[in-house]
């Protein structure tokens, strides 16, 4: 299965949000700090899915802005991805937001976009990506892992402004390039990112 990334553009800026980035709920990060490392094991939970709502965002503000940009992802002409990325405050690319389309997971999609992110924030000089998920959200967390991200920092009030009674707590991953180094990134495999 082919994949095609494409930069958002007035053409395709109609297909950014149209993936079904539902996600399953069944496991969650148990943080400690260790030697001033963030470590984690995994505990399970009681099953259940999430989906993120629907954003009020002008995304053809992204178009051609060398600061943010947006890269679709298509498989048989189909969008199955995407990857919302600026400029952050601190010179770091962040990852606004990344969805893999439910039909279209472990096929390679999201290691792709993350590849294009890379390249991004690279042509840019930038030192490297951030982002952040969910300590409920073990998937994505590991597919970050994968990438070479490091979990890196956690907040546990950043939603409680949603929601007071949330357990919910924030995680922080940051994959800083090598400056003598053009690798790609690490092993693993395309789990669903967001």
């Known amino acids: ?11 395709n800026v109609g297909h950014v949000g149209k993936c079904d980035g539902e996600f399953v709920i069944d496991s969650r990060l148990i943080l400690h700090v260790e030697n001033n490392e963030i470590r984690y094991t995994i505990a399970g939970v009681p099953r259940s899915k999430k989906q993120y709502g629907e954003d009020d965002i002008d995304y053809t503000t992204y178009i051609d802005d060398p600061e ?10 189909q969008i199955a991805g995407q990857i919302i990325l600026r400029k952050s405050w601190n010179n770091y690319a962040h990852i606004e937001d990344i ?15 993350i590849l294009r992110a890379k390249k991004w924030a690279q042509d840019r000089g930038l030192p490297g990506i951030m982002l952040e998920t969910q300590d409920n959200n073990v998937g994505a967390c590991k ?5 070479g991200f ?4 956690f907040d ?11 357990d919910e707590i924030a995680l922080y991953w940051y994959l800083v390039f090598d400056p003598g180094s053009a690798s790609q990134l690490t092993g693993g495999n395309a789990a669903s990112p967001r």
Do not use: P, W
Request: hydrophobic share 40%; aromatic share 12%; with cysteine.
């Open 1 to 11: 299965m082919e994949i095609v990334i494409e930069e958002v553009n007035q053409g």
């Open 68 to 77: 943010k940009t947006i890269f679709l992802a298509y498989t048989d002409g």
């Open 99 to 113: 969805a893999v389309d439910v039909r279209f997971r472990r096929i390679g999609i999201g290691r792709a976009l």
């Open 143 to 147: 597919f970050y892992e994968g990438c």
């Open 150 to 153: 490091r979990l890196s920092g």
């Open 156 to 166: 546990t009030y950043l939603y409680k402004g949603l929601n007071r009674s949330t």
